[in-house]
């Protein structure tokens, strides 16, 4: 079984192609992004949202065995939670991915899309755009399910820190506030951007990884591909093996394997049905 916990939609997608795609590339479930806004059209423009939102939902509709879709909300709009409650309950789409920006969970609009999420029991998919430490006021909201991309880069060794806060208090792993998306975005640890992750260069990948592994567990790691959906079969493959191939040298077991690849965004989505 395979989970791609994060993909990237353009806008102009089919489900035909789409579901084709994921066969070719040996995917069983796909995350689907809406399309974020080009740079020259900022989410403060109100039509966005609900647009790319509708659009998402219909493709993704017909086929809810093989595809979830994350709505885009940018949290510093004054309508952000109209929008949340709007996507979830009307739009039926299965959780939320969260704008990048200059934001803070701990800032009002911020802090009351997340408890939206909360109330609405869904997940929320973002970049780390602030300090992780910052997500210890989130912790008011139990049911929130939150994913950090990239292993919460450019905070890597933070990111790990929030998360072992619900270990040390016995929250399991299903229930903690926070998750990790391993993704073939995580070894580019050359790049300026990464210098955070306390492993900057490529070749200390295995490490990053497998400090994740070991401080948090498999049921808290989930595979992203971040890829867009304008990637080729044979690229969403080689997102896949990159993370088997740093498996292999870190000679993880099948079990704790499925579950980065699978179990836990299966229970990230609450269908954990589709992962037994």
């Given at each position: 079984?395979?989970?791609?916990?994060?993909l990237?939609?353009?806008?102009?997608?089919s489900?035909?192609?789409?579901?084709?795609?994921?066969d070719?590339?040996?995917?069983?479930?796909?995350?689907?992004?809406?399309?974020?806004p080009?740079s020259?059209?900022?989410?403060a423009?109100?039509?966005?949202?609900?647009?790319?939102?509708?659009?998402?939902?219909?493709?993704?509709?017909?086929?809810?065995?093989?595809?979830?879709?994350?709505?885009?909300?940018?949290?510093?709009?004054?309508?952000?939670?109209a929008?949340?409650?709007?996507?979830?309950?009307?739009?039926?789409?299965?959780?939320?991915?969260?704008?990048?920006?200059?934001?803070?969970?701990?800032?009002?609009?911020?802090?009351?899309?997340?408890?939206?999420?909360?109330?609405?029991?869904?997940?929320?998919?973002?970049?780390?755009?602030?300090?992780?430490?910052?997500?210890?006021s989130?912790?008011?909201?139990?049911?929130?399910?939150?994913?950090?991309?990239?292993?919460?880069?450019?905070?890597?060794?933070?990111?790990?820190?929030?998360?072992?806060?619900?270990?040390?208090?016995?929250?399991?792993?299903e229930?903690?506030?926070?998750?990790?998306?391993?993704?073939?975005?995580?070894?580019?640890?050359?790049?300026?951007?990464?210098?955070?992750?306390?492993?900057?260069?490529?070749?200390?990948?295995?490490?990053?990884?497998?400090?994740?592994?070991?401080?948090?567990?498999?049921?808290?790691?989930?595979?992203?591909?971040?890829?867009?959906?304008t990637?080729?079969?044979?690229?969403?493959?080689?997102?896949?093996?990159?993370?088997?191939?740093?498996?292999?040298?870190?000679?993880?077991?099948?079990?704790?394997?499925?579950?980065?690849?699978a179990?836990?965004?299966?229970?990230?989505?609450?269908?954990?049905?589709?992962?037994?």
């Amino acid at each position: 079984m395979l989970i791609d916990a994060h993909l990237r939609c353009e806008g102009s997608e089919s489900p035909w192609n789409v579901l084709r795609k994921l066969d070719q590339a040996d995917i069983d479930l796909a995350v689907l992004l809406a399309p974020m806004p080009p740079s020259n059209r900022p989410l403060a423009d109100a039509a966005w949202p609900a647009n790319v939102n509708g659009w998402l939902a219909r493709l993704v509709s017909h086929h809810r065995d093989r595809l979830a879709g994350l709505a885009v909300i940018d949290p510093r709009q004054p309508d952000a939670v109209a929008h949340v409650r709007y996507a979830i309950e009307a739009l039926e789409l299965d959780g939320l991915a969260l704008a990048a920006g200059a934001w803070s969970p701990r800032e009002p609009r911020v802090t009351a899309v997340f408890a939206q999420a909360d109330a609405l029991g869904v997940p929320v998919w973002c970049q780390t755009m602030a300090h992780p430490r910052e997500l210890e006021s989130l912790r008011t909201f139990p049911r929130l399910r939150l994913t950090l991309s990239r292993l919460g880069a450019p905070w890597c060794d933070e990111a790990l820190a929030v998360g072992l806060v619900d270990r040390l208090r016995g929250v399991a792993p299903e229930d903690a506030l926070l998750r990790l998306e391993l993704s073939i975005a995580a070894p580019t640890f050359d790049s300026p951007a990464a210098r955070g992750f306390g492993s900057p260069a490529a070749r200390d990948r295995l490490a990053v990884v497998a400090k994740a592994l070991a401080t948090l567990g498999p049921r808290s790691i989930q595979f992203g591909s971040g890829l867009p959906l304008t990637a080729s079969a044979t690229e969403l493959r080689g997102a896949r093996r990159w993370v088997q191939d740093v498996f292999d040298e870190l000679d993880v077991s099948e079990d704790n394997r499925e579950r980065v690849f699978a179990g836990t965004a299966g229970h990230w989505l609450m269908r954990d049905a589709v992962t037994r």
